[in-house]
């Protein structure tokens, strides 16, 4: 069983930057993937960013090249650097992992919202 804890949400305006952090109880380099979803009001959850194999990065066609997915080995944490915030990005954020046995674990999620 893994623990994610999010933090770094906040009130922040449009053109604005946010770090997104997760700390992990165990072993991030043993999970297949780790990534960020949000989740907007009244949408469905949708992927941000993954980072698979600890190298194959992904993002959403909406954040490439704003938003930017990172990991720290040896504080077992993932950040999630965002940049050039837009209203739309307004969300709640939600760490995950997938561990070798296809479990995927989820955090609790923190709310971003840009305002204009």
């Known amino acids: 069983q893994v623990q994610l804890v999010e933090s770094g949400g906040g009130l922040v305006q449009s053109g604005g930057s946010l770090r997104l952090s997760c700390a992990a109880s165990?072993?991030?380099?043993?999970?297949?993937?780790v990534g960020w979803d949000r989740q907007a009001p009244g949408k469905q959850r949708e992927l941000v960013a993954r980072?698979?194999?600890?190298?194959?990065?992904n993002y959403a066609d909406s954040v490439k090249g704003r938003f930017s997915i990172s990991i720290d080995n040896a504080k077992n944490t993932v950040y999630l650097q965002l940049n050039s915030l837009k209203l739309e990005d307004t969300a709640v954020y939600y760490c995950?992992?997938?561990?070798?046995?296809?479990?995927?674990?989820w955090g609790q999620g923190t709310q971003v919202t840009v305002s204009s």
């Open positions: 995950n992992c997938l561990d070798n046995r296809g479990r995927r674990y």
């Open positions: 165990g072993s991030i380099d043993s999970m297949s993937a």
């Open positions: 980072i698979s194999g600890g190298a194959i990065t």
